[in-house]
């Protein structure tokens, strides 16, 4: 992973960006030596939303099945869900 200082992000801002792109990978922004960010691509950031709304997703039904809240195909079926 590419690690950038604020300021060079600050004055080379349009290159780091093609560099992004070209590339894929993250770039860790630093400031003061520490972590302060991550910069990644759109498609990326979109993609790593996507999973966690699907992660979520699964924690609720799981969550639902350790609570009871299930309803047998049967049940479905005559419209009780």
């Known amino acids: 992973m590419k690690v950038e200082l604020v300021t060079n992000l600050k004055r080379q801002a349009t290159k780091i960006l093609a560099e992004l792109h070209e590339s894929k990978e993250p ?44 309803y047998s195909q049967d049940d479905s079926n005559q419209g009780h869900a």
């Not at 498609?43 to 997703?57: I, K, T």
Request: charged share 25%.
């Open 27 to 70: 770039v860790l922004i630093t400031e003061h030596g520490q972590p302060s960010a991550y910069l990644v691509d759109v498609e990326d950031y979109e993609f790593m939303q996507r999973r966690l709304e699907l992660l979520a997703g699964l924690s609720r039904g799981e969550l639902a099945v350790l609570e009871g809240r299930t």
